[in-house]
């Protein structure tokens, strides 16, 4: 007998007919004589549905009362999936973050998760139940309810699993697994059969918000083996474990993308020492989380500075730079809000020089500008315009033959 965490998301659990059609799925399970914990999300656009009340009152709303009203959507199917399995005939029962007692810290709108109690789960599993976690939130020290952020039902799956050590965490949605870049993007794209916490992680945190980045970064750690696939249809999906010797290495495993971005460019500022301090310092200060920097070379003792954030955070970052820009004598403040940044993911990337040329080659075969570069270790990315976005992933999916099962590394 295995114990399985599952976890639904919006979509997943968007109608009462989708309530219960998860609640035949758990019950196939229960039927092999295995135990399940589930996790729910809140139905389809409902998280959205309570942000955009909040934020018809008050801009930016309250933290603590976010939090309070969000928690409710997760609260509703929890209570609808119990009914559901009742209603099939097999015992369920539904808790709160708080009832489990999931602990966070007081982080509102993104609390992070300290320590799960795990006593009242294992009793009720001993009773025959099935059990139903409202996912996305949690409790602190002192009783106030948290949420985890947006996409944060993944990580309390994950976390459960990770302290009841359940034998697989399974991740339903409604694609049936992790694309080499969203299908949404490239109906070319091809479902991985595996990929490693690593490329998932760089993947995540680049933009693919088919998992939270959270959610990777606690089933690495505590090497939980974590599959996502499809509510919908039937299928093996795409599993995340770590590299094992003999596995097939893709040079590419995937094209990341991130919407969010925006960037801001600080010109002809003196260079000279803790000039990157004095711009960033006050951003940091405003806890505004700048991503890339490039910073000029000076041949005339002035330089040019560019950064990105994200894009919410844009016209706060703009106000500030104009502030401290102008006391330091800069010539010229300039930014672009309708920008996106590409990435490249591959661990085979390590291994083989090339790649960002024929990326920067087939981009500029598009006629694409690129207007910022960073690499690291597995991945390369590009911020480029808006209106670029589909050109450059599609181009990108082709030139590296992202849709080919194996990559062959001379092709590449
Ligand atoms: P859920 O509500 O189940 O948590 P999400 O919307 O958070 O679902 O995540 C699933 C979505 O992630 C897919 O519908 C897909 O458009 C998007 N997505 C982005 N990148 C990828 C990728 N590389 N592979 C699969 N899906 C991706
Ligand atoms: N309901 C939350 C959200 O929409 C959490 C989740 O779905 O994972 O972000
Ligand atoms: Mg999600």
Redesign the pocket.
Known sequence: MALYVHKY????VGSTERIKHVADNIINVREKGHDVVVVV?AMRGETNRLVALAREIQEPPNPRELDVLLSTGEQVTIALLCMALEQKGYAACSYTGAQVRILTDDAFTKARILDIDTDRIKDTLSAGKVIVVAGFQGITENGDITTLGR?G??TTAVALAAALKADECLIY???DG??T????IEPRARRLNRITFEEMLE?ASLG???LQIRSVEFAGKYNVSLRVLSSFTEGEGTLISYEEAGMEKALIS?IAFNRDEAKLTVLGVPDRPGIAHKILGPIADANIEVDMIVQNIAPDAKTDFTFTVHRNDYKKAMDILQRTCTEMGAREISGDDKIVKISLVGVGMRSHAGIASKMFESLAGEGINIRMISTSEIKISVVVDERYLELAVRTLHEVFKLDQDVQSKESN
């Open positions: 998301g919006g979509t997943s999300s996409g039902s993944d949605t409604d694609v992790v694309y870049t969203d299908p949404r993947m693919s918000k088919v995937g």
